[in-house]
């Protein structure tokens, strides 16, 4: 009974978790805020403290990489046959017959509406005049995805069957999600070289995890008496997994093949730049290097188009249980042969076609005359998102807020006066009983002043292990720290922070307008109706192109990207935002009406916290996605970890890399934990 | 021994624990109560695991029906699947017609599963990608009996419950009642020695319950499986068995047949299964009647006729209007016994302790 004679512990026993965490951060970022000033080390890493860690790690890899370049090249070899002969059947075909192959597969699939689908998608594409180039890019994808079919699917039964590796897989496929794309290349380029081959590769690897997860996942979820009722039949290992358990997670499984071919093509679309392949993604790259926005967005849409087909089509796949007549798609099929037939010798060349031209003309001349109107208005936007919301986050309130943005100098009096008042807030805060909410505050008000950018290390590290504690407990706090330990050495430190602050930016935003949309839509139908559409759209649409329409109205920089992060990242808050508030259960909105609640008080009282967790997991998927987005807005602009990673690409520099991509790995895992980790909390609180 | 005198199913001391490192945990908890099983099943609760069956120890004779009953969480579907060997027993023995399942190799699982076992479950486990005749042939399939022959097969148990016509539909076109059909179609088209039914009706409407109930106890006299059914409900288990075991929290408190589990529960909880119980329409004029003393009676013009295996119910409905001893008759005519008509209605009393 001596601990509760003393006073600490008495004291520690009265405060939460999160309040002992938030309390801590707050007194190392003022010992830090204190001292910076004389000990130049709190507040920036010394170089000489970094070891060079991606040196080694370039040494080391290329050295691996070497010695299985023999055996990769090889590989190559082989993997160019179907290569090249999937190229040449696509390439050769006369373009009636895919058109028409098209059309017939999507009627098999889905009836008039995919028939249509395939036949508006294929013609748009033939009379862009990208023809060829869209081929390239479909050869690609149709050599990579039954790779990535098959790995997925091996992975994912094989974690099925051996229990214990179940773990290690599920921890590889949460890596290889995090990694950012560009990073799988650097070293694939060592290994096979310049070409398509690279392109192949890297979308294969990055598209199979997915499928394994889903396998994984469908084979899980098969009901344990089905199982059993395939034991009890008298069947082998072999002929229960494959007569009764796979078929019986078809769905799920279509569901993989889905999104193992969206991210097939979007992987093949990223690979354009290491260029080399002549593809629809490289001539993206290209026109908007060339600022033809025109063709440029037209190329995009050529790439949205490929994307909806092949995601609409394989989605009507896993869910449509009516079959088409067969009868109309062979007669589709007929009537292309017997077109390239007639008209064969008067087939124009799908190169020559430029129905779409005038179009793209006509966009950018619209295009040139709207930014020259309105160029004031929106370089005002720009500038004033910049200078009053991105840039004082960026480097804090006391750097920002200059003489020729804001009006005024910031001086070190005023930085006093907002601690003060921070102080004064916190503190009234923690007298009515929510220390936490106060200390928080002045975390906050902390942060602000400094800037993300410009944080002393000391206190990233405390405050993401403060924060590990309260989400997961000790281990992860000390695992997160370990982590963050590793970039500080390698001295990627500073670009994880600029990569942070940008991100961070972006998730607050987006958490922000999605979750206001997302409310919106929970409320009123009629928003919902025309949101929904909206984000299939941008769930579909490759990552690359997002680039696009942000730069045709704002050039490259950082507003730029981080716009486009905004655009790509905003949708799951939206949808899991709307699907948490509209999923509580019946009774408990009849309880709330019953107790004479309003629509907005059931919303607020009863809808919202039972919806915590799940919009916890849409914020968890906002934050993955927008470090996804990050390095692809490398391409227009953006500094830190994407920048450096997209260099090393450029440089074939396989340390800086791969010890940029795995910083970024890094914090995109940490991120993930916490907040599922809160998530995780929310629910066992509401007995979920 | 020879395998035709052995009984259907032995179980010995079969224990089920869930956790980690279960055997070693058992068998220390065994050793240091000296083989007390209620004194080892506390001991690995407080290590945080879960023993779900202790102890089990019954025999099934060949041909009976055999009902094991209990609420939910007692461990009565975890001890079927231990039978059936779907898990593997933490401890203990069972035999079926005297082989040794639990040390059984996979190849020979298969095979007895292939020849023997039949399985019918709670929620059907019917493969949702099958027809009802797939499904139902899928046992053949795996054998590699060729298309026609297992369709043909199918066929006759298709039939046999009822479901001709319904043969090509799938799983998800059925309702409830007419999937258990399908289940039980399935369990059956291979021919089994041993049939296990895990709460087959227990997720029917009561309609439909007790109408497959009724089907079930046909299909069963025509057939001369051995079969172990798990039910929560003790009125199902009074109308379907031979005999019954009664468990709770994984322990058997109690087996015996209907009339005695009715009539002489060995505790509480059992009593409280038999309260809800109209004991009338379950025991029998023979657990109540003095036997032995009615040797000089004579039948008379009057005589009620009551007989030994008569319900108390319709011993009670004849002798209703008489205040004396009642002779009673067995099937061959001889009298062996008497009763009072107050004791028949004594014993219809639910007696409110």
């Known amino acids: 009974m001596t601990t509760a004679a003393d006073p600490v512990s008495a004291a520690r026993a009265r405060l939460t978790p999160g309040a002992q965490a938030a309390l801590v951060t707050v007194l190392v970022g003022c010992v830090c805020l204190l001292l910076g000033p004389n000990l130049p080390w709190l507040t920036a890493w010394p170089a000489a403290w970094t070891a060079p860690a991606t040196q080694w790690v370039g040494v080391g890899a290329e050295w691996f990489l070497n010695a299985i370049k023999p055996a990769a090249r090889g590989f190559s070899e082989v993997l160019r046959f179907p290569m090249d002969w999937a190229n040449f059947v696509l390439g050769a075909t006369p373009w009636p017959l895919l058109v028409g192959g098209a059309t017939a597969l999507g009627w098999a699939i889905g009836g008039v509406r995919m028939a249509m689908l395939g036949f508006a998608g294929l013609s748009f594409v033939l009379a862009s005049g990208y023809w060829a180039q869209s081929m390239n890019t479909l050869a690609l994808v149709a050599v990579s995805v039954p790779l990535a079919l098959l790995l997925g699917g091996a992975i994912g039964i094989l974690a099925n069957e051996f229990t214990r590796i179940r773990g290690a897989v599920q921890a590889m496929l949460d890596v290889m999600q995090t990694v950012p794309t560009f990073a799988y290349l650097t070293p694939l380029l060592l290994l096979f070289g310049f070409g398509p081959v690279v392109g192949l590769i890297a979308s294969a690897i990055y598209a199979a995890p997915p499928m394994a997860r889903n396998v994984m996942l469908g084979l899980e979820r098969v009901d344990a008496e089905i199982k059993e009722a395939a034991v009890m039949s008298g069947g082998t290992r072999l002929q229960q997994l494959f007569q009764v358990e796979i078929p019986s997670a078809a769905s799920q499984i279509m569901v993989g093949v889905n999104q193992c071919l969206m991210a097939a093509l979007s992987m093949v679309i990223i690979a354009a730049v290491i260029g080399g392949f002549d593809d629809i993604g490289w001539e993206v790259l290209l026109t908007m290097r060339k600022a033809q926005f025109g063709q440029s967005l037209l190329a995009g849409l050529v790439i949205v188009a490929f994307a909806v087909i092949i995601d609409r089509m394989s989605a009507a796949l896993a869910l449509e249980r009516r079959r088409y007549d067969p009868r109309v798609a062979y007669s589709l099929i007929g009537l292309a042969v017997v077109f390239t037939v007639v008209f064969w010798s008067h ?234 508030l509209i999923s509580t259960p019946g009774e408990m909105i009849e309880a709330a009406t019953a107790s004479g609640a309003t629509t907005w008080q059931t919303m607020r009282d009863v809808r919202a916290p039972y919806a915590a967790p799940t919009i916890l997991l849409g914020l968890n998927q906002t934050i993955l996605y927008a470090f996804a987005m990050l390095v692809i807005a490398a391409l227009i602009g953006t500094t830190g970890l994407g920048q450096s990673i997209y260099l090393a690409l450029g440089q074939a520099d396989v340390g800086l890399g791969l010890s940029a991509g795995a910083s970024m790995a890094v914090l995109a895992l940490i991120a993930d934990r916490l907040v599922q980790g809160f998530a995780e909390e929310r629910r066992r609180a509401l007995g979920l | 021994m020879s395998s035709d005198t052995a009984p259907a199913i032995t179980c010995r001391h079969v224990w089920q624990v869930f956790g980690p490192d279960s055997e070693p945990a058992l068998a220390q908890a065994l050793a240091q109560s000296g083989g007390d099983a209620a004194a080892a099943a506390v001991a690995l609760r407080d290590k945080g695991l879960i023993p779900a069956v202790q102890d089990a120890t019954f025999e099934v004779a060949e041909g009976e029906l055999f009902v094991i009953m209990g609420l939910s969480g007692s461990g009565k579907s975890t001890l079927v699947r231990c039978i059936s060997h779907l898990l593997d027993p933490t401890g203990g023995e069972i035999r079926i017609h005297g082989e040794d399942i639990v040390t059984a190799s996979k190849q020979r699982l298969i095979e007895l599963r292939r020849n023997k076992l039949g399985m019918v479950f709670q929620h059907f486990g019917l493969f949702p990608h099958m027809t009802v005749a797939q499904n139902v042939a899928y046992p053949l399939r795996v054998q590699g009996v060729k298309q026609a022959a297992r369709r043909a097969k199918a066929q006759t148990v298709i039939d046999l419950v009822g479901l001709s016509g319904r043969e090509d539909t799938y799983p998800r076109e059925l309702s409830g009642g007419q999937r258990q059909r399908v289940g039980i179609a399935r369990s059956l088209v291979a021919d089994c020695e041993v049939w296990f039914l895990d709460e087959p009706f227990s997720a029917l409407d009561p309609l439909i319950r007790r109408q497959l109930q009724d089907e079930f106890l046909q299909i069963r006299a025509n057939l001369n499986t051995t079969i172990v059914f798990i039910t929560h409900d003790i009125n199902e288990a009074l109308k379907l068995a031979d005999r019954i075991a009664i468990m709770r929290d994984g322990r058997i408190v109690q087996i015996g047949t209907p009339t005695e589990i009715v009539l002489n529960p060995v505790d509480d909880y059992v009593r409280e299964f038999a309260k809800d119980v109209a004991r009338g329409r379950h025991a029998r004029v023979a657990s109540v009647m003095h036997s032995g003393d009615g040797g000089g009676h004579v039948r008379g013009p009057d005589d009620p006729g009551l007989r030994r295996n008569m319900t108390l119910d319709a011993a009670l409905a004849k002798c209703m209007d008489l205040y004396e001893p009642v002779p009673v008759w067995d099937d061959s005519g001889m009298c062996v016994g008497t009763v009072h008509p107050a004791e028949l209605a004594a014993a219809l009393q639910v007696d409110e302790a």
């Open chain 1, 347 to 580: 087939l124009p060349d799908p190169a020559t076609f430029t129905l779409l031209d005038p179009l793209a003309a006509a966009v950018d001349h619209g295009l040139g005359a709207f930014t020259a109107d309105n160029g004031a208005r929106l370089d005002a936007i720009k500038n004033g998102a910049m200078f009053y919301g991105l840039l004082p986050l960026k480097i804090g309130l006391d750097d920002a807020v200059l003489d020729f943005t804001w009006g005024f100098q910031w001086t070190a009096a005023m930085s006093l006066a907002l601690y003060a008042l921070a102080l004064v807030a916190g503190l009234l805060l923690a007298l009515r009983e929510r220390l936490t909410g106060g200390l928080l505050l002045v975390i906050a008000v902390g942060m602000l002043e400094t800037g993300i950018a410009n944080l002393p290390w000391p206190f990233v590290l405390t405050a993401t292990a403060a924060l590990a504690w309260v989400a997961q407990g000790r281990g992860f706090a000390a695992i997160a720290t370990g982590l963050l330990l590793t970039i500080l050495l390698s001295g990627l430190f500073e670009r994880a922070l600029l990569s942070l602050y940008l991100s961070g930016a972006a998730v607050f935003a987006c958490a922000l307008v999605g979750g206001c949309i997302g409310l919106l839509c929970a409320v009123s139908p009629l928003a919902w109706r025309i949101m929904r559409p909206i984000c299939d759209m941008l769930q579909t649409i490759p990552l690359f192109v997002f680039l696009i329409p942000v730069l045709m109205f704002f050039q490259i920089g950082e507003f730029s990207a981080f716009l486009a992060i905004c655009l790509y990242a905003v949708v799951p808050m939206i949808r899991y935002t709307r699907h948490g």
